[in-house]
T-cell receptor, first 114, second 111 residues
Framework: GAGVSQSPSNKVTEKGKDVELRCDPI?????LYWYRQSLGQGLEFLIY????????KSGLPSDRFSAERTGGSVSTLTIQRTQQEDSAVYLC????????????FGQGTRLTVV | KQEVTQIPAALSVPEGENLVLNCSFT??????LQWFRQDPGKGLTSLLL?????REQTSGRLNASLDKSSGRSTLYIAASQPGDSATYLC??????????FGPGTRLSVLP
């Protein structure tokens, strides 16, 4: 596709439910990042995939959060047993390679836990 | 641990003014620095990427400079327009790691 695509654009879920957020990176981009932006806050790193290397999961806030990237392309961020503090905009970005290339962001998924 | 700050936090200017946004980072061993804009409720739009070996990059009315040794970057916007109103974010990239973002500068350009 022309850009990074995220779905759904909006998700309202009840506390305690599991949710899956999807990111389709730009074709051919080897690096994929997930960030979270809470209301009025800055961007918080969650997880980083680079090619076939083990992902950098150092930003995941708890073991309720997990992510995978299948076939080096699409990525899914899963949040189990959602809590109200999980409400935020989840942003995905991709870039080609690991060096001096631009990163491009999707429009984000706005998650609201009620 | 890399830390990124941006000054000012918010800025309001009349249309037509030239303005400068500042970004500072603590670890100068960066690979590149990227400037983004974010409109309310939207994702991030890439504006400029400066590689560590470069001093500046230009795109239209935007000019970004990088002084890696002092840990600073500036984004210069010439002849500002109301459509430039947005939050501007800088992000630094250390090799093989994730991006570290600054908190952003919220810009309002008044007609």
């Amino acid at each position: 596709g022309a850009g990074v695509s995220q779905s759904p654009s909006n998700k309202v879920t009840e506390k305690g439910k599991d949710v899956e957020l999807r990111c389709d990176p730009i074709s051919g981009h080897t690096a994929l990042y997930w960030y979270r932006q809470s209301l009025g806050q800055g961007l918080e790193f969650l997880i980083y995939f680079q090619g076939n290397s083990a992902p950098d999961k150092s930003g995941l806030p708890s073991d309720r959060f997990s992510a995978e990237r299948t076939g080096g392309s699409v990525s899914t961020l899963t949040i189990q047993r959602t809590q109200q503090e999980d409400s935020a905009v989840y942003l995905c970005a991709s870039r080609f390679g690991i060096a001096n290339t631009e990163a491009f962001f999707g429009q984000g998924t706005r998650l609201t836990v009620v | 641990k890399q830390e990124v700050t941006q000054i000012p936090a918010a800025l309001s200017v009349p249309e037509g003014e030239n303005l400068v946004l500042n970004c500072s980072f603590t670890d100068s061993a960066i690979y590149n620095l990227q400037w983004f804009r974010q409109d309310p409720g939207k994702g991030l739009t890439s504006l400029l990427l400066i590689q560590s070996s470069q001093r500046e990059q230009t795109s239209g009315r935007l000019n970004a400079s990088l002084d890696k040794s002092s840990g600073r970057s500036t984004l210069y916007i010439a002849a500002s327009q109301p459509g430039d109103s947005a939050t501007y974010l800088c992000a630094v990239y250390n090799y093989g790691q994730n991006f570290v973002f600054g908190p952003g500068t919220r810009l309002s350009v008044l007609p």
